[in-house]
């Protein structure tokens, strides 16, 4: 049904700001309960959840990322966004975009639905 797709540049350099789309087709990102998460894996290491919109447009993130990261959308082009700002090596990550059809607000995620397949982002000098 659902499907992502992450597109975004794959290297950037110390300071620089990331920006990830992840476009999805099979479902409306304003449909009512789900909600769009940005995740990321760094070599290594665990997933870790970075922010959602949800289909009423707000967002929510990691208190340890909120600083650094923004989340927006394109509801013509069915399309929601990742900036990460200010960016180092240890953003080095792959990263996730992926749905909860089954969202209910506050933040919180129980479980993923559908992912897109991850896209690998170095940052190096």
């Known amino acids: 049904q659902v499907q992502l797709q992450e597109s975004g540049p794959g290297l950037l350099k110390p300071l620089q700001t990331l920006s990830l789309t992840c476009t999805v087709s099979g479902g409306s990102i304003t449909t009512t309960y789900h909600a769009w998460s940005w995740i990321r894996q760094p070599p290594g290491k665990g997933l870790e959840w970075m922010g959602l919109?949800?289909?009423?447009?707000?967002?929510y993130y990691s208190p340890s990322l909120k600083s650094r990261t923004s989340i927006s959308r394109d509801t013509v082009k069915n399309q929601f966004s990742l900036q990460l700002s200010s960016v180092t090596p240890e953003d080095t990550a792959v990263y996730y975009c992926?749905?909860?059809?089954?969202?209910?607000?506050?933040?919180?995620?129980?479980?993923?639905?559908?992912w897109g397949q991850g896209t690998q982002v170095t940052v190096s000098s």
């Open positions: 919109i949800a289909s009423d447009g707000s967002t």
């Open positions: 992926a749905a909860d059809v089954r969202y209910n607000g506050v933040g919180l995620v129980e479980e993923y639905d559908y």
